[in-house]
């Protein structure tokens, strides 16, 4: 069965300085995964989707993640944080019966 | 366009009361979900319909009732309110295995 883990529950930075959000995956074939954000108080946003093209991809808002199979990961990047970017991120995966499986959440913090 | 609209946007029940979340998208979209959102355990799949006509349960579907009344909507019904279905209520729809377009979320109270 598929399943996802997003191994910390808060993650805090200063801003300007890199984000990673990790995000482990298990899956028994080559999985969709995807990333979501969710403001305060606000409905949830797709970030980026992986399906089996480029490795490597880009997202909205400057986040890209990488698709590591020999790791089963797919963690989330960011160069520089900015303020803008506090808010809870969800990593998510495709099971057989194309439903969303989802992790249970990483809040970034962002300190001044 | 509106893309996924959700009614109401807050809602306080007591016990043993029942009531109808509304979801309507505009998206041509076939599949439908109701998701809860409870802190700390991401998004759970209450129901989904993959298509007009269809429903299933998802991950917790107890207590709650689904209605897929025509393409656009999609209503999640919960006949005798618990406390422990105090949550947010997310509704989402997509094209199949594709990304889900979300709802803004109701949030409900159960008392």
């Known amino acids: 069965a598929q399943s996802v883990t997003q191994l910390d529950s808060h993650v805090s930075v200063s801003e300007g300085t890199p984000v990673l959000l990790r995000c482990n995956y298990s899956?028994?074939?080559?999985?969709?995964l995807f990333w979501y954000v969710q403001h305060p108080n606000k409905g949830l946003q797709l970030l980026l989707k992986?399906?089996?093209?480029a490795t490597l991809v880009k997202g909205i808002n400057g986040f890209e993640a990488e698709f590591k199979k020999s790791e089963t990961s797919f963690h989330l990047t960011k160069p520089s944080a900015h303020m803008s970017d506090a808010a809870e991120y969800f990593c998510?995966?495709?099971?057989?019966?194309?439903?969303?499986?989802w992790g249970a959440g990483t809040k970034l913090i962002i300190k001044p | 366009n509106a893309g996924v609209t959700q009614t109401p946007k807050f809602q306080v029940l007591k016990t043993g009361q029942s009531m109808t979340l509304q979801c309507a998208q505009d998206m041509n979209h076939n599949s439908m979900y109701w998701y809860r959102q409870d802190p700390g355990m991401g998004l759970r799949l209450i129901y989904y319909s993959a298509s007009e006509g269809t429903t299933d349960k998802g991950e917790v579907p107890n207590g709650y009732n689904v209605s897929r009344l025509n393409k656009r909507e999609f209503s999640l019904r919960l006949e005798s309110a618990a406390p422990s279905q105090t949550s947010v209520y997310f509704c989402?729809?997509?094209?199949?295995?594709?990304?889900?377009?979300f709802g803004p979320g109701t949030r409900l109270t159960v008392l």
């Open positions: 899956s028994s074939y080559s999985p969709s």
């Open positions: 998510v995966v495709i099971n057989s019966n194309y439903q969303l499986i």
């Open positions: 992986y399906t089996s093209a």
């Open positions: 989402a729809s997509s094209r199949l295995a594709n990304e889900q377009f």
